[in-house]
């Protein structure tokens, strides 16, 4: 590890050295390793800076670990004897290693450590000793990003670095985006040729970095002057930048029908369940947001009772909330709207009192502040495609559970017993009742599936947005736009109209603006009704008139 | 007709005990304190909190044996995140149950609602949260930050420290991010910031689709200067704002975001893990280590029953506000409005911050800025803090409109919008 | 519902009708003939409280009219009711005048502030109270023209046409809160100084504006009545019962329909230009869907199709609200609620079906 330079990190080492000699102790080998393991301990931010220096200077085969260790957040002090551990937290408690020897303790509680806070500038500090040791690492990907962090502001350094390793490197994508980092820095060089050459040959990599430096040779300055005195350049650059915008454009476009489509799958999971209560029952169900929040609310419940394993409970809340959230929504068929058939205008009465009564009860259990459900490991971050298009996990998963749920639920209806009975019911109650289909026990399986689906929306929910009592207002009317607009009684209309209020919502906002994006999709809702009183997939026959 | 008559007769009776229930007063040998936070609607997240702080602190008091050899009783009220009701409830306070102070408000809408009202009755109104200034009411005390206590310092440290070149100003539609953006466009223009290195963003309260917006400060930061975003965004926006930068990739490292309505209670329902490193501007952390703040946790702890709760800056902002009040109420030796009013000024109390702020004659407080980290703990770690603590300025020096305006509450301008350059005093009710 | 309608006496419209005349003239007179200190002198806060639920009334009542006669779930009645509220507060900001916070003769403080030049177009006028009063009926009354003219011209019912109106004030929701539309965004208009030269906090003022609120509340019930009566009120009705029936007897029924929302339209919008002054501030969360599905609860609470039932229903569910957030502020959700399922579930006919149903038991 000699890439060190004395020039740099010299002062600490040296004020680390007087201040050694003047104590006079006899110096083992792990003196000045406690000494700067100390500092870190200590409160202010300086010290610890000047610590984590002078762990680097020691160049001990520890301070890698440890500054990674650091650096992730699992460094702590114990709180009783004031050792430094690493630690992996295990259920309520941590697997703590000794972080001078590596030797194994005993495990700990979590309330007696206590963890080593980091600032964003001695995160970058360290990300950045810890990525110039990467370079060297085993895995190919640590290395890319090794290469790629160096981007951001590269030194002479750093270069050598570089072309040192690109000597050796076997990895061919690594191999690739050092020459990147090379053909940069030979843009600025003083050879005019050597510049066109590596613009030219940049011009085929569409990277983020090659579109910074392409925009910086064609920018002016505050007076009005090119940055860049040689016009050739300019020229080249420029044209350079053109033929990488087209291609950035479709990636905005791709981009843009993702944003879209992770919109419509929102409206369409928070509609679908609304799409049964009031599309084939025919209840207006204000309750439906607050079914929603039921859904949420179990997902973080059961995240309370398994606080070290996200993924499992997000995955077990799916069935859960559709369980919780479908026995309430019997409850709430049997207890209230049963009586209420026939006088579809005052089930929107009941069931707002019900949503009233929902949102305070969560807020008198849970209290009214929002409760914080953590998001699984698998679905943080984003699927970095390339440089310009990247889609988040998240989003993307949510989509694909929508698709799910929907295609679930239409075959639920298209081949089960209940579907068909439900199917039946929503045709034609009398006759329905006529051929032997018990129909107040169907009213109470439709609803509680509609509600039970609502449930496993809200678990989706709880991943993207806030999980507090007005969960449920905020989804509400969206959705009934939705159903609307799809067609009351047709769930393809459902998924159909969600997605394409999605995808023209991120297609205005650009031009629009967030607000008014929204406005001119509500304006499009009202004048698209007017052409087609019956949304887009209107019902067909005698139950169209009812 | 009879019969008409009859039902009138009862219906006229049921009303006209309705109407004595309105009126009645009782006079009790108690000093009664009125607290008007939403406690169900979109503002009982936040404002919740404030209503039992109050009642911590009244209950409090009272153990140390009340105030001017009266007990302390709260009056608690639930305008439901409605503002007109806010209005009507402030009047309630104050002409039903006759209280002596009202400890409430938090969003400018609800305040601006009960601030006529307030003025009218000649009340005493504490309003303990964050706010755009361009005010300052005879009857209202501002214990919460005004612009130049928490946005300018922000910017400042983001400029000097991490050498910040281009800037995202992104808000929720409504007058406190308005004002808030427009003083610093105006502040970074002034420090030589072009326009096009300043990008502002708006979007409506409650705001949950962040994906284009992300993706636009994404693109803008992107460009090779050091970018920060300055959130003015406001409560349950926040979650989705900042899981959507964590999702799409954008850290405190590259892009920091400093946020001036993200505390230790909204933290305590987010998953934190996207937003570690990112900055709040506040006067108050619970992570502030002095004695006075651990017995403050510690109380606050006891009452509530509940060791994982937290405190954050409003309810500090209540905290001196009610012992000023209860100090100035000492001074005049009594409650009546107009004689605290006056002693209010030049009132001195302690922070939890080990500064001591005072009641300046502008009707706002002196605090010191501190600027934190969020851990993943959902607590702050200071990383910057002004050396003493600064004025409280209601009308603000970056606005041209403003500038020549200022407040004071003290003979001979008693004035809250008083012109320097007119020498006249305008925007008064009385 | 039929039975309803024909046995349901004029004995209880008559007792509401007298109510409402002695409330009116009672408390103003009280208020004029005795000094402050006396006990039976009505508080500023009670008689702005009264004033705000007759103008809540007027807004039930209107709502009635469409939705109880002519069966138009109107879910967005609150945005009529919001904009003649706007345009009276236009009027009252703009007799700030000068005194304002920034002292700008002309431009309200808000504009002021985000920089506004001039006055925009659509705030001329509004200085005349005369104009203003004029814009109250007719600014809600030409949406509802337009909106009314699309949707039942190409027959968009039922609840299709619930929620569309519900569409339509939420996109003024959202509309109003943009602070770039001139209407002062989330904080919208409020610190109202004068009306008419007479200081709006005056207790003269207050009574008036209580004196009109139930004027136009007994006179709006009377009109409303003598319509329902007329020929034209049983053509609606018969709409409500039958749609394709009335059509096919010759009647454009959208014309009728048509008529009707714009009357009620209009209605709504006094009830907002009464409102605002008494309350002392408008925004755009009088836009919010929930603040019109609130409409359609009182009205529900009271019995739709009686037209007093909606005044009783915005009366006692008002008063409800306004006693219980000051008695019991966390639990006051679960009684609102658990009321407007047991009135939904044991009371079809609401609170009026009730007391039909005790005098009936009571004759017997």
Same mark, same amino acid.
């Given at each position: ?17 007087? +201040? ?13 390793? /406690? ?47 004031? !050792? ?37 500038? /001695? ?60 053909? /940069? ?51 080249? +650059? ?122 305070q009860t969560?807020r008198s259990i849970f209290s009214p502040l929002n ?22 996990? &998240? ?18 209806? !298209? ?8 199917? %039946? ?44 009592p ?31 209020? @999605? ?44 | ?16 005990i309705s109407a004595a229930l309105f009126g009645t007063a009782q006079a009790e040998d108690t000093i009664k304190v009125g607290v008007l936070h939403s406690l169900s609607g979109t503002m009982a997240i936040s404002e919740t909190t404030l209503k039992d702080t109050m009642l911590m602190l009244i209950d409090e008091q009272n153990k140390k044996g009340g105030l001017l050899g009266k007990k302390l009783e709260p009056v608690v009220v639930d305008p439901a995140s409605n503002w007109p009701l806010f209005a009507e409830k402030a009047r309630e306070l104050l002409t039903k149950d006759k209280v002596s102070a009202i400890f409430g408000c938090w969003t400018s809408v609800s305040r601006k609602s009960v601030l006529p009202v307030i003025e009218e009755l000649n009340g005493i109104l504490f309003y303990p949260v964050q706010y755009e200034g361009?005010e300052s009411s005879k009857n209202v005390f501002y214990t919460g930050a005004a612009?130049?206590q928490q ?15 281009? #800037?995202?100003?992104? =808000?929720?539609?409504?007058?406190y ?9 105006? *502040?970074? !223009?002034?420090?030589?910031? %072009? ?5 502002? &963003? ?31 965004? &406001?409560g ?25 309505s993200?505390g230790e209670e909204e933290l305590s329902g ?12 506040w006067n108050y952390f619970m992570s502030i280590d002095t004695t006075k703040n651990a017995e403050f946790i510690k109380q606050w702890k006891d009452y509530i029953k509940n060791p994982k709760r937290v405190t954050n800056d409003p309810m500090e902002a209540h905290y001196i506000g009610f012992n000023m009040w209860v100090k100035a109420v000492e001074k005049a030796g009594t409650t009546d409005p107009d004689a605290v009013q006056k002693a209010m000024i030049g009132i001195e109390y302690p922070n939890l911050t080990g500064g001591v702020s005072k009641m300046l004659p502008n009707h706002h407080i002196t605090k010191p800025v501190l600027?934190g ?5 959902g607590q702050f770690?200071t990383?910057?803090q002004t050396?003493k603590l600064v004025d409280g300025d209601a #009308? ?11 407040a004071d509450w003290t003979a001979p301008i008693n004035c809250g ?11 008064q009710n009385y | ?9 004029? !004995? ?23 000094p402050t200190d006396s006990p039976l002198h009505f508080s500023a806060y009670t008689v702005s409280l009264i004033?705000k *639920? ?31 509220? *706007? ?61 009314? #003219? ?34 002062? @965004?989330?904080?919208?208009?409020t610190d109202?100084?004068?009306?008419? =030269?007479?200081?709006?906090q005056?207790e003269?003022?207050r009574?008036? /504006? ?40 010759? *009647? ?18 006094? +009830? ?7 309350v002392g501030i ?36 008002n008063y409800c609200k306004t006693v219980l957030t000051g008695l019991l502020p966390d639990a006051w959700l679960y009684i609102l ?28």
């Open positions: 590890m000699n890439f060190f330079s004395i020039t740099r990190y010299g002062l600490a080492s040296l004020m680390l050295c007087v +201040a050694l000699s003047a104590h006079g102790e006899p110096k083992t080998l792990n003196t000045p390793l /406690l000494e700067a393991l100390t500092a870190i301990k200590q409160g202010s931010m300086t010290q610890r800076e000047q610590a984590i220096n002078s762990l680097v200077e020691l160049k001990n085969p520890r301070s890698l670990v440890i500054l990674q260790a650091l650096l992730s957040g699992k460094l702590f002090i114990c709180k009783d004897d004031d !050792k430094l551990v690493i630690g992996e937290p295990n259920e309520q408690t941590y697997q703590i290693r000794d972080a001078i020897d590596d030797a194994p303790l005993a495990p700990i509680n979590a309330e007696q450590v206590s963890k080593i806070n980091l600032t964003n500038k /001695l995160r970058s500090q360290l990300r950045k000793i810890i990525g110039e040791l990467e370079l060297n690492a085993e895995q190919a990907d640590t290395r890319l990003a090794a290469v790629k962090a160096m981007n951001q502001d590269i030194d002479e350094r750093m270069l050598e670095l570089l072309k040192t390793r690109l000597a050796i490197e076997p990895d061919a994508r690594v191999k690739q985006a050092i020459e990147n980092s090379l053909l /940069l820095q030979k843009v600025d060089s003083v050879d005019k040729n050597e510049r066109i050459k590596a613009i030219e040959q940049l011009k085929t990599q569409a990277n983020l970095s090659v579109v910074n430096k392409l925009k910086s040779l064609i920018e002016k300055d505050s007076d009005g002057q090119f940055a860049e005195a040689d016009s050739d350049i300019r020229n080249l +650059a420029e044209a350079a930048l053109a033929k990488i915008n087209t291609q950035l454009q479709v990636y905005s476009a791709i981009e843009t029908v993702f944003f879209g489509l992770s919109l419509g799958a929102v409206l369409v999971l928070s509609a679908i369940g609304l799409a049964i209560t009031f599309g084939v029952m025919g209840v207006i169900n204000m309750a439906h947001g607050e079914l929603m929040m039921i859904g949420a609310y179990t997902t973080y419940v059961i995240q309370q009772i398994l606080p070290n394993q996200l993924g499992l409970s997000v995955i077990l809340a799916i069935p859960a909330a559709f369980v919780i959230a479908g026995l309430v929504g019997i409850a709430i068929e049997r207890g209230i709207i049963r009586f209420l058939y026939g006088r579809p205008l005052e089930t929107l009465l009941a069931t707002f009192g019900i949503s009233l009564f929902l949102q969560v409760r914080s459900v953590a998001t699984p490991e698998w679905m943080s971050g984003s699927w970095q495609i390339n440089d310009f298009l990247s889609l988040t996990w &998240n989003r993307f998963y949510i989509l694909i559970f929508c698709l799910l749920v929907f295609v679930l639920l239409l075959q639920i209806l !298209k081949h089960t017993r209940l579907g068909l009975e439900v199917r %039946a019911v929503a045709q034609n109650r009398r006759m329905a009742k006529a051929m032997g289909i018990p129909t107040a026990r169907v009213d109470a399986m439709t609803f509680g599936l509609g509600s039970g689906i609502a449930g496993v929306a809200g678990v989706a929910l709880s991943q993207i947005t806030n999980v507090g007005n969960l449920g207002q905020s989804y509400i009317v969206d959705s009934f736009m939705v159903v609307v607009f799809g067609g009351v009684g047709n769930l393809l209309g459902t998924l159909v109209a969600g997605f394409s209020l @999605g995808i023209a919502n991120k297609f205005l906002e650009p031009f629009a603006g967030a607000v008014l994006a929204k406005i001119l999709v509500l304006i499009f809702i009202i004048l698209f009704i007017q052409k087609r009183p019956r949304g887009l997939f209107p019902q067909k026959g005698r139950a169209a008139d009812s | 007709m009879k019969n008409y008559l009859q039902t009138g007769k009862k219906l006229l009776g049921v009303l006209a361009e612009p130049n946005a300018i310092p922000a910017v400042d440290y983001l400029m000097n420290d991490l050498k910040v070149k281009r #800037w995202v100003l992104a =808000g929720t539609d409504y007058v991010p308005r004002t808030t953006n427009k003083i610093l466009e105006a *502040y970074l !223009k002034a420090k030589g910031v %072009a326009k096009k290195d300043i990008m502002i &963003n708006y979007t409506p309260f409650g705001h949950s689709d962040w994906q284009s917006i992300v993706a636009d400060i994404k693109k803008f930061g992107s460009a090779g200067k050091k970018t920060a975003v300055v959130s003015t965004i &406001n349950d926006a926040n979650v989705p704002f900042y899981k959507e930068l964590g999702n799409q990739g954008v850290s405190a490292e590259n892009i920091p975001v400093v946020a001036f993200v987010i998953d934190t893990k996207p937003l570690v490193g990112h900055l709040a501007a600027i980290e969020i851990q993943d703990d770690v990383v910057w050396n #009308w603000s020096d970056f606005l041209p409109e403003s500038k020549p305006i200022i919008n008083f012109n320097t350059k007119t020498k006249k005093c305008s925007g | 519902m039929k039975l309803l309608a024909s046995s349901l006496t004029d !004995k209880t419209y008559a007792s509401v009708l007298l109510t409402l005349l002695a409330v009116t003239f009672i408390i103003p007179l009280c208020n004029w003939l005795t004033g *639920y007759l103008s809540f009334a007027l807004l039930g009542l209107s709502l009635d009219l469409v939705w109880g006669y002519c069966g138009i779930l109107a879910l967005g009645h609150g945005a009529f009711f919001a904009l003649g509220g *706007y345009a009276i507060g236009m009027y009252l900001m703009r007799q700030i005048g000068s005194r304002g916070v920034y002292g700008d003769p002309l431009l309200p403080d808000f504009m002021v502030f985000l920089n506004w030049q001039e006055l925009p177009w659509y705030w001329f006028g509004f200085n005349h109270f005369g104009f203003a009063l004029l814009m109250v009926v007719l600014v809600p009354g030409s949406l509802a023209f337009v909106f009314g #003219w699309l949707a039942f011209r190409s027959r968009v019912t039922g609840v299709y046409l619930s929620i569309i109106t519900q569409a339509l004030t939420y996109a003024l929701l959202l509309a109003f809160f943009r602070n770039e539309m001139g209407f002062g @965004g989330n904080n919208g208009l109202f100084k004068e009306i008419l =030269g007479f200081s709006i005056s003269a003022v009574s008036t /504006l209580f004196l009109l609120s139930g004027l136009a509340l007994i006179i709006a019930l009377i009109t409303c009545r003598w319509l329902v009566n007329t020929k034209l009120g049983r053509v609606i009705t018969a709409i409500r019962d039958q749609e394709a029936r009335v059509r096919f007897l010759g *009647y454009r029924v959208e014309l009728f329909k048509l008529w009707i929302f714009v009357f009620a339209a209009m209605l709504a919008g006094i +009830a907002g230009a009464l409102y605002v002054p008494q408008i925004n755009p969360s009088e836009f919010s869907p929930l603040n019109s599905l609130e409409i359609v609860i009182w009205v529900a609470m009271g019995g739709r199709g009686t037209l007093y039932g909606a005044i009783i229903g915005a009366l006692v569910v609620g658990g009321l407007f399922i047991v009135v939904t579930v044991l009371l079809p006919d609401g609170i009026v079906g009730l007391i039909q149903r005790k005098l009936k038991e009571q004759r017997a």
